[in-house]
Nanobody
Framework: VQLVESGGGLVQAGGSLSLSCEAS????????MGWYRQDPGKQRELVAL???????NYADSVKGRFTIARDNAKNTAYLQMNSLKAEDTSVYYC?????????WGKGTLVTVSS
């Protein structure tokens, strides 16, 4: 399974950005898709996950501001990030669970300037 992340970049606090993650290859049993983020020297933390049936999980810190969605036909997940804060600055990693195996993207940097 290969993951291609897009989106991210630099935005001012209060602004919006969107991320997308497309999975390709042997993607016959993708269940969970989503994003984690990681700052230097810190553990990777959950941002949002979405399951095949549409069930979602969000970190408390992003609830009400971020929205995750997916297009199962395109094996693509989307993360809409609104009302961004400086503390949202991080490297965001896409994760996909296929046949109970986790696959990770290379990460995309999101920088929120205050």
């Amino acid at each position: 399974v290969q993951l291609v992340e897009s989106g991210g970049g630099l935005v001012q606090a209060g602004g919006s950005l969107s991320l997308s993650c497309e999975a390709s290859g042997s993607t016959f049993d993708i269940n969970t898709m989503g994003w984690y983020r990681q700052d230097p020297g810190k553990q990777r933390e959950l941002v949002a996950l979405i399951r095949r049936g549409g069930q979602t999980n969000y970190a408390d810190s992003v609830k009400g501001r971020f929205t995750i969605a997916r297009d199962n036909a395109k094996n693509t997940a989307y993360l809409q990030m609104n009302s961004l804060k400086a503390e949202d600055t991080s490297v965001y990693y896409c994760v996909v669970v296929n046949f109970n195996v986790e696959y990770w993207g290379k990460g995309t940097l999101v920088t929120v300037s205050s």
